[in-house]
């Protein structure tokens, strides 16, 4: 689903951009599908910014296979992938991506390359097994503008042994930064993430036969009950240590921050909620209204729908001095509780698990903001009307992508 504000305000050009690396190229040249002058193309191009998270779901070249030997695509099923990506990165040409679960990622900076991302980068590897089974798949980000740098995040693991955890507790996947050259707006950091999955750690050994077949019900449910709580606390402690490593580096650079990435939670049953933190017990209000604003992030989708009651302020309510009663305003304030669109379905049930979290330079609402999200989409065609033949190697969540709008 589609939500697209800003597209009345401005006269649209449609452009055709036909191991720890950052590739450092010379960007192609842009052709333009319009009769205007390049300058004026390039200055409406250079007042929007597309960045997007796409899990690719078990992205591996064969003949490897994924997690276990038989699991491997034929070379059609491999075309079909390639080319569903393919499909969707001219259709919506995103200028920033952040990947999840990528297994080939020589394959993948083959690919985006061709489609005019010179910058890609990842900060680890897969692990191998038997030399072509391969686990652990890592994340990844392409860049139409410079990556200036790339780092893998770090654990406090003194922090972490601090709140109750092991003294080598690292990510269940490593954390990508990526410090991004953007027009305005400068260095920009950005996260890309894959938390812990809600899969239970404990698993039992389906192999013994000793057991009763109550013992096997028992045993199942005490491994489901504890293993499930400990992925959880892998989860949010993975949430709260990147965060705490955000803010420093925030204190340090001053960067604006972009957390993307397959969260495996929603953000609001409390185990993720603290990325979300906006207030603080015991400080000064005017402290807190000083600088708080500087180090939280912001869902998106939030950013989306404020910026939305404030373009309906302005343009629809005009003169108004009371507008607190106004149906459509009240409207737009429900369509935030209901109207956002899963971005993964599991047997009966559907949840929102892909995120995209910005500083407060992408807020409207912020004194010193210099963009605002103006649109937000969640591809989900594959997931709810899938036509084998065009879908049937997609990826199994939705594709999040926001557009950025320099403000005038």
Same mark, same amino acid.
């Given at each position: 689903?589609s939500? *697209? ?5 401005? !006269? ?23 009769? /205007? ?25 064969? +003949? *490897? ?6 699991? %491997? ?7 079909k992938?390639? @080319? ?24 993948l ?16 590897? +897969?692990?191998i ?11 990844? %980000?392409?860049?139409?503008?410079p990556?200036?740098?790339? !780092? ?12 109750g ?14 410090t ?6 400068? *260095? ?5 993430v894959?938390?812990k ?15 009763s077949?109550?013992?096997?019900? %028992?045993?199942s ?18 949430a709260?240590?990147?965060? %705490? ?6 204190? =340090?650079?001053? *960067? ?17 909620s603290?990325?979300?933190?906006? /207030? ?16 939280c992030?912001?869902? $998106? ?5 404020? $910026?939305?009651l404030? &373009? ?8 108004? =001095? ?13 369509? !935030?509780?209901?109207s956002?669109? +899963?971005? @993964?379905?599991?047997?009966g049930?559907?949840?929102?698990l ?12 912020y @004194? ?15 997931l709810?009307?899938p ?5 049937? &190697? ?8 926001i557009?950025?709008?320099?403000? /005038?």
């Open positions: 689903m939500y *697209n504000y800003l597209k009345h305000l401005y !006269k649209l050009y449609f452009i055709n951009h036909r191991e720890n690396t950052v590739i450092n190229q010379t960007p192609p040249q842009i052709s333009v599908n319009s009769s /205007s002058d390049l300058s004026a193309t390039s200055l409406v191009a250079d007042r929007q910014l597309k960045i997007a998270t796409f899990n690719l779901f078990n992205y591996l070249e064969p +003949p *490897n296979a994924f997690y276990e030997f038989e699991r %491997i695509y034929s070379a059609e099923q491999w075309r992938k390639q @080319h569903w990506i393919t499909d969707y990165l001219s259709e919506y040409q995103p200028d920033i991506i952040g990947f999840q679960e990528v297994f080939s990622t020589e394959a900076k083959e690919l985006v390359s061709v489609q005019g991302y010179c910058y890609f980068a990842v900060v680890d590897q +897969p692990e097994i038997d030399d072509f089974i391969f686990r652990r798949p890592v994340v990844a %980000i392409a860049s139409r503008y990556i200036v740098d790339v !780092k893998a995040v770090q654990a406090n693991t003194e922090l972490a042994e601090a709140l955890l092991t003294s080598d507790f690292s990510f269940s996947r490593k954390v990508l930064r990526a991004v050259e953007l027009p305005h707006i400068g *260095n920009t950091d950005c996260y890309v894959h938390f999955s809600k899969r239970s750690m404990i698993e039992l050994d389906e192999q013994d036969k000793s057991r077949p109550e013992q096997t019900i %028992i045993e449910l005490k491994a489901q009950v504890a293993g499930s709580w400990g992925s959880t606390i892998q989860r949010g402690s993975e709260a240590l990147l965060m %705490i490593e955000m803010i420093a580096r925030r204190e =340090t650079t001053g *960067n604006p921050m972009v957390l993307m990435g397959d969260f495996n939670n929603n953000l609001t049953d409390g185990v993720l603290h990325l979300l933190t906006k /207030s603080l017990r015991f400080v000064s209000s005017i402290d807190r209204d000083a600088f708080l604003g500087k180090y992030l912001n869902d $998106a989708w939030d950013l989306f729908q404020k $910026a939305l404030n &373009e309906n302020n302005d343009s629809g309510h005009a003169g108004k =001095t009371d507008i607190s009663d106004d149906p459509s305003l009240e409207q737009i304030r429900e369509s !935030k509780k209901t956002r669109t +899963p971005t @993964h379905y599991f047997g049930g559907s949840s929102v892909d995120y995209i979290l910005l500083s407060c330079e992408f807020d409207a609402s @004194h010193d903001s210099l963009y605002q999200v103006s649109a937000y989409d969640t591809y989900d065609r594959h709810i009307n036509i084998f033949e065009r879908d049937g &190697e997609s990826t199994d969540h939705g594709i999040v992508l557009t950025l709008t320099l403000r /005038s």
